[in-house]
């Protein structure tokens, strides 16, 4: 009505999900095949996290073409509430994810490293990696009671409550790095005492580095 120009990013969306999305199959596929004798709970936790990232990518594929990527004017009502519900979803597939993720790299360590205290340390952040999903899942799954409340708050003719999602989301990020630096930081130290020329030493820990992220 205002003659504004009508933007529409959704294939940004597409492409993303589909390069990245096919590369870590891909990969995955791969990796199962290559180490399919030596198959380790490791090799579990990164199809899981596979799992939820796909699920992810589909959904957000039905979130486009509801309207996702569009100006919310551009978008009927009724898609407005279903991109809602199908990114509430994702949200959940998400924590699932990284979660999947970090387990994964953990009990990879537990097969590599035979150091008693690294061992500990890492069934310690493997507790915490743990109650963070649980944590962030559930605060996902119940951020509004009742939970239809988290699709349909934005109409203004229903009622309930939510938690302030953005602290909610803030807090979530904050952990998740903190987890993530933690997670990449556990092996350096064995790393460094390994017989290795420094540049060798260097190769490995950017290899667990750049796997991770």
Not at 48 to 65: R, T
Request: net charge neutral.
């Amino acid at each position: 009505m205002c003659h504004s120009p009508i933007r529409n990013k959704a294939n940004v969306i597409t492409i993303t999900n589909s390069v990245f999305g096919g590369l870590a199959i891909v990969a995955t596929v791969i990796r199962s095949l290559e180490f399919r004798k030596l198959f380790g709970l490791e090799d579990v936790f990164v199809i899981f996290g596979l799992l939820f990232s796909v699920g992810m990518g589909i959904l957000e594929f039905f979130m486009i073409d509801a309207g996702y990527g569009r100006d919310i004017w551009t978008i009927s009502f009724s898609n407005i509430t279903l991109i809602l519900k199908y990114n509430w979803i994702v949200e959940m597939l998400y924590v699932g994810a990284i979660t999947s993720i970090k387990m994964a790299f953990l009990n990879l360590y537990l097969n590599i490293f035979p150091n008693f205290g690294l061992r500990n340390t890492i069934y310690i952040v493997m507790g915490i990696v743990v109650a963070f999903f649980f944590a962030f899942f559930f605060g996902v799954c119940f951020n509004c009671l009742p939970v239809s409340y988290i699709w349909t708050s934005w109409t203004g003719e229903t009622t309930g409550s939510c938690l302030d999602f953005n602290s909610f989301g803030i807090a979530c990020a904050v952990i998740n790095i903190v987890l993530d630096v933690t997670v990449m930081a556990l092996p350096l130290h064995e790393i460094m005492k390994l017989n290795l020329r420094p540049m060798k030493k260097l190769l490995v820990m950017l290899m667990f580095c750049t796997g991770f992220l």
